[in-house]
């Protein structure tokens, strides 16, 4: 029996909150928080690579926290051994013949989990992993033991070179370059740190969402109509190339998922082309991809910003032109030119604001038609058209 129309709408309202609850504490930390509700809406797997102290561990206990969800986390050293991550041998079933682990509190029970420096894992527990992420069981043995993790968030200073780590980065579908905040947010990063050690402020009282919840939206991830977004997804595959920058058929064949994954995150069940932004936790490998992967996307995709930015240089437009008709000759035959210019310009102007649908775009738009209306005022009174 499916979701009916108005749980979906209630149920559409949860991601946008957990995000923001997420990343609260966390000054600078918005892209992070999103990229691990994007990998827990979709059952899939999230690596946060950036130096010690990004906030990465405090991020994936606080989705847990937020989820009441069954939380493991552990930091990898290459002495790692697999009873510290899957638990000890049960010593009382061996001696009975029976080879069976207890795994109460271990990575076979949690739901959301945390493996720090991963690409420290040794071959034991790399080939562990492996099926752990892929298949949701754990080959131990004779025994197959089957795991309720829905995501593993990671963490690594680096991006690993060793080919036999290939499989296991290839598998952790979304990647995110956490950077250290910038200087203008160093102020707020103090108090904010400050509240979140000597207060109760951000303390998660009840959770915003329950597994269960979690997957009535994963179910809705086959509901959204993607069909506007296919033939961009499959350039921007082209122009990746082009770069140099090549996904293997596992990662083009999800993309998909994790766009679907990203209109539900914004309340819609219809995949526009801002939702292709998620290219960008999925496309890089190297670090330097990171910043190519954003530059593409920004110049390629529909998206805020790139509206912004065209708003912004028709604005500035705007102001030259204004200066250009105060120092002009009322005979300047440029000024009739320039009325029908304005107002194609105009229209323009309106057409990006309602295409965006994003509030901001739409009242920086209103801002630069008021701006051409008063220009085009003052070329008719130039020109004598008003008296």
């Known amino acids: 029996m499916g979701i009916n129309v108005s749980s979906n709408q209630q149920l559409l309202e949860y991601p946008k909150k957990f995000v923001e609850l997420l990343s609260a504490p966390f000054i600078g ?36 926290e937020l989820l009441n969800a069954k939380f493991f986390m552990y930091l990898l050293t290459k002495y790692t051994e697999p009873a510290e991550l899957f638990g000890a ?67 690594s200073n680096r991006v690993p070179d060793e080919p036999e780590l290939d499989a296991l980065y290839d598998r952790l579908l979304l990647r995110h370059y956490a950077r250290p905040v910038s200087e203008d947010l160093w102020k707020d990063l103090i108090n904010s740190a400050w509240d979140y050690e000597f207060s109760n402020k951000w303390v998660v009282k009840e959770p915003i969402m329950n597994i269960k919840q979690l997957d009535d939206l994963y179910s809705l991830i086959p509901q959204v109509d993607l069909s506007p977004v296919k033939s961009k997804l499959l350039k ?15 990662r083009k064949g999800k993309v998909l998922k994790i766009v679907s994954a990203h209109a539900i995150l914004n309340g819609r069940l219809k995949a526009i082309e ?8 999925i496309a890089p490998k190297e670090i330097d991809d990171f910043e190519k992967v954003s530059a593409l996307l920004s110049e390629e995709l529909k998206t805020p910003i790139k509206y912004m930015k065209e708003l912004n240089e028709i604005y500035s437009n ?21 009325i029908r210019s304005l107002r194609a310009t105009r229209d323009r102007v309106m057409a990006l604001g309602k295409e965006s649908g994003d509030e901001k775009v739409e009242e920086f738009s209103k801002e630069v038609v008021k701006e051409i209306d008063v220009l085009l005022e003052k070329v008719a009174r130039k020109l004598g058209i008003y008296t």
């Open 29 to 64: 930390r918005e892209e992070e928080a999103k990229v691990i509700t994007l990998a827990l809406l979709s059952k899939e797997h999230v690596i946060l690579i950036g130096e010690p102290g990004t906030a990465k561990s405090a991020l994936a206990r606080r989705a847990a």
């Open 89 to 155: 041998l049960d010593i009382n079933a061996l001696k009975q013949g029976i080879y069976k682990r207890i795994t109460k509190d271990r990575l076979p029970e949690s739901e959301i989990a945390f493996l720090d420096e991963i690409f420290n894992a040794n071959s034991a527990i790399l080939n562990a992993l492996l099926s752990l992420l892929n298949e949701r069981v754990i080959y131990d043995g004779y025994n197959v033991i089957k795991v309720p993790l829905r995501t593993l968030i990671s963490a």
């Open 236 to 250: 921007l595959y082209a122009m990746l190339e082009e770069k140099g920058i090549h996904l293997t058929d596992r």
């Open 274 to 281: 801002e939702d292709l932004i998620v290219l960008k936790y």
């Open 318 to 338: 705007i102001k030259e032109a204004s200066k250009y008709v105060d120092a002009a000759n009322e005979s300047d035959p440029r000024l009739i030119e320039l």
